[in-house]
């Protein structure tokens, strides 16, 4: 892709996937593939992360995508966030025997929306929240930076996160109602380890949406849209070999991984110390990647 003819080719081919069924076409074959691949459980086993009366359940689904369930138990709400499928959470949602109060999505990609139009003629009452400017397929309410929402104790502060696309946001969950920190649904912004790809806007965009999300309080608990965090941890130890912290991190993500066990949650202190993405202002970083030269 390093050539004018191939960014072109590719900018075609991403606007085919982004914007039209074409791309949902493709992700249904993804589907099909990952189903070949790991059976119906999925890519991960399912674990329920409970603080106090807040449950989160990360959904596997696709190759190694994640949707999740998050729950407030004491007034029986909740929301679902990314379906990229419908099959999976419906699955999980009838397994709890739980009904959900709405649908948030992170951007428009099919992996995290392709699912929306399934889940609204399953619950028609529910709404389906997405960006405003983000061409998100079948949403029934637009968010914008700031947007506040809220589903008993769960309360959801919108951000804005342009870079991977033009409209991307995340969801930061207040946890003191709960006991417990927040939480934040990085959809492909933020990764443990790692960030989304800048489909949709220069690296400068994407380094200050990362940058927002790095100013977050340390204790904030991530939960990303993807599985990625051996590979992304693989490259942070590749340009950053002395970090203790990467090792130690990579270590264990590869023993979750061996059991099929979900790496989430990390926390932005985390982040901070072993992600490149996070850590572009450190010279160990800049030196790795050949912005500045020893000596
Ligand atoms: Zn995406």
Not at 77 to 90: E, F, N
Not at 108 to 136: C, I, L
Not at 185 to 201: K, N, Q, V, W, Y
Request: charge should be negative; aromatic fraction near 10%; charged fraction near 25%.
């Amino acid at each position: 892709m390093g050539t004018k003819a191939g960014g072109c080719l590719f900018r075609i081919g991403y606007t085919l996937y982004a914007r039209t069924r074409i791309g949902y076409y493709y992700h249904q074959k993804d589907i099909t593939k990952a189903k070949e691949k790991y059976g119906d459980d999925g890519h991960t086993q399912i674990t329920h992360f409970d603080y106090g009366n807040l449950r989160i359940v990360p959904i596997p689904m696709v190759s190694d995508n994640y949707a999740y369930l998050v729950q407030d138990r004491k007034n029986n709400k909740s929301v679902i966030v990314d379906p990229g499928h419908a099959t999976p959470v419906q699955k999980v949602l009838t397994q709890m025997d739980v009904q959900p109060d709405a649908i948030l999505v992170t951007h428009k990609h099919w992996d995290h929306s392709g699912g929306n139009r399934e889940m609204k003629q399953a619950f028609p009452q529910v709404p389906v929240y997405g960006s405003a400017t983000d061409s998100v397929p079948d949403i029934t309410r637009r968010l914008s930076d700031g947007d506040k929402i809220e589903f008993g104790d769960l309360r959801f502060q919108i951000l804005s996160t342009p870079g991977h696309t033009v409209g991307h946001i995340v969801y930061i969950l207040d946890g003191s109602v709960f006991g417990t920190e927040d939480s934040l649904f990085s959809g492909d912004c933020l990764f443990l380890g790692g960030c989304g790809r800048m489909f949709e806007a220069p690296s400068s965009v994407m380094l200050s949406s990362l940058d927002k999300l790095a100013g977050l309080d340390g204790s904030t608990k991530l939960w990303p849209g993807h599985e990625y965090a051996v590979d992304n941890l693989e490259f942070a130890h590749h340009i950053d070999p002395e970090n203790g912290r990467v090792q130690d991190k990579l270590e264990w993500t590869k023993d979750k991984r061996e059991n099929k066990q979900c790496t989430c949650p990390s926390t932005i202190e985390e982040e901070r110390a072993y992600n490149p993405f996070m850590r572009t202002s450190e010279e160990s970083i800049l030196r790795s990647l050949g912005i500045v030269q020893d000596g």
